[in-house]
T-cell receptor, first 112, second 115 residues
Framework: AQSVTQPDIHITVSEGASLELRCNYSYGATPYLFWYVQSPGQGLQLLLKYFSGDTLVQGIKGFEAEFKRSQSSFNLRKPSVHWSDAAEYFC??????????FGAGTQVVVTP | GAVVSQHPSRVICKSGTSVKIECRSLDFQATTMFWYRQFPKQSLMLMAT?????????EQGVEKDKFLINHASLTLSTLTVTSAHPEDSSFYIC???????????FGSGTQLSVL
């Protein structure tokens, strides 16, 4: 069965430090991958997506993600986090029809 | 600006009443809309897929008679939670696409609280 795994439920990072959120996907064909961010009580904001092409994807808010087929991974990174980056982050995959399968999410806490 | 509008953003209702949530695509024709549910501190789970003019396809374990989905036009899908109970309290969010994964947009979500 297809699945998306986010191994880290919770990550605490200091403001200004780098951040990496892990995501592993399981999909037989070409995966279409997304990273979303959700603030408490809010909807989803798309950070970036990968469909094909360059495996290093640039997104909004200074985030980037790298698609590694050999590792079935699509990890999200940010070189220097800001306090406003504290939120829940979801990795997701879809088939060609747009039906998304989400990972369990990673809660990011930013400390001063 | 938002391309998918979802209303209401928050609703509180009494147990046993029905609640309707609307999801509108603002500047494109949404041939397919998806409805997700998110319980507190959990991930989003797909409830159903609706295609304009046809019956919705529900995921396993989702009661189609309780969660009525109507996708009568290319810009509007509605989710009605019938005879709501406290265990239906959740965050409901829709997404819409005019075809496939490339143009896929989410609504802002609806927080439902059933007393």
């Amino acid at each position: 069965a297809q699945s998306v795994t986010q191994p880290d439920i919770h990550i605490t990072v200091s403001e200004g430090a780098s951040l990496e959120l892990r995501c592993n996907y399981s999909y037989g064909a070409t995966p279409y991958l997304f990273w979303y961010v959700q603030s408490p009580g809010q909807g989803l904001q798309l950070l970036l997506k990968y469909f094909s092409g360059d495996t290093l994807v640039q997104g909004i808010k200074g985030f980037e993600a790298e698609f590694k087929r050999s590792q079935s991974s699509f990890n999200l990174r940010k070189p220097s986090v800001h306090w406003s980056d504290a939120a829940e982050y979801f990795c997701a995959q879809t088939d060609s029809w747009g039906k998304l399968q989400f990972g369990a999410g990673t809660q990011v806490v930013v400390t001063p | 600006g938002a391309v998918v509008s979802q209303h209401p953003s928050r609703v509180i209702c009494k147990s046993g009443t029905s609640v309707k949530i609307e999801c509108r695509s603002l500047d494109f024709q949404a041939t397919t809309m998806f409805w997700y549910r998110q319980f507190p501190k959990q991930s989003l789970m797909l409830m159903a897929t609706s295609n304009e003019g046809s019956k919705a396809t529900y995921e396993q374990g989702v009661e189609k008679d309780k969660f009525l989905i109507n996708h009568a036009s290319l810009t509007l899908s509605t989710l009605t939670v019938t005879s709501a109970h406290p265990e239906d309290s959740s965050f409901y969010i829709c997404s819409a696409t005019e075809g496939g994964h490339e143009k896929l947009f989410f609504g802002s979500g609806t927080q439902l609280s059933v007393l």
